[in-house]
């Protein structure tokens, strides 16, 4: 579907006429050239592979001068299981419209994440878990993420655990506090310590 989408695609900004031209193919190029992605289709060119699920859908009421007004929101996560995902919400009046509405918004969300081994208990140096302790936030929900020694699995609440395993970790321990109940906090809160693992420049960016 997504092929199907960029065949008839009209790129609206300098980025999208690049990507469409073949002059940038590499997704960790434009991450490091700073550009900010505004089409999905840059994403459905650049990682063909991404795959999404829906990780919560919520009716969200709100009262207005024209009576009550309801609407869906939805909660999206995107991943290629291979250190790229995104997340995204979406609201609409129809249930798959808020679905399309979020994967679009995960797809703009689309983040490198850095995977390594820094499990003291493993050592080994494949990319199975995460190189150091990260944090993340949103609201009132905080969480660590922890290397883990190769087989144990990832050791996290149900939305945390999908996320991670979107971006094709298979080991890490967690550890979270506030009110991991609120789905979308806790689906951001995730987002942000995964998106962390480039924000702090290890020991091990200097070795080999
Ligand atoms: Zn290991």
């Known amino acids: 579907m997504s092929r199907f989408n960029s065949q008839e695609w009209i790129p ?3 980025l ?39 990780l919560d859908i919520n009716l969200v009421q709100k009262q207005t001068d024209a009576g009550e007004k309801s609407r869906f929101k939805a909660l999206v996560v995107v991943g290629n299981y291979d250190g790229l ?3 995204g919400v979406g609201k609409a ?6 679905i399309q509405k979020a994967t679009v918004d995960a797809k703009l969300n689309v983040t490198p994440v850095k995977r390594g081994c820094g499990s003291w208990e493993c ?4 990319p199975h878990s995460i190189p150091f302790l990260v944090v993340g936030k949103c609201g009132s929900v905080r969480i660590q993420l922890l290397p883990g020694p190769r087989g144990l699995g990832v050791v996290a609440g149900e939305v ?15 550890k979270s506090y506030g009110s ?18 480039y924000r702090i420049v290890s020991p091990t960016d200097w070795q080999g």
């Open 180 to 197: 991991t109940r609120t789905v979308p906090s806790f689906a951001f809160a995730t987002y942000d310590a995964l998106k962390n693992t």
């Open 123 to 126: 050592g080994c140096r494949d």
């Open 16 to 54: 999208g006429k690049m990507v469409l031209e073949g002059q940038l193919t590499s997704l960790i190029e434009i991450f490091n050239q700073g550009y900010k992605i505004q089409e999905p289709e840059i994403i459905d060119t650049l990682i063909p592979d991404l795959q999404q699920e829906v």
């Open 93 to 98: 009046k129809q249930v798959r419209a808020a």
């Open 160 to 174: 945390a655990k999908k996320i991670i395993s979107f971006v094709g970790i298979k080991d890490c321990w967690s």
């Open 85 to 87: 995902f995104g997340l």
């Open 12 to 14: 609206r900004t300098s």
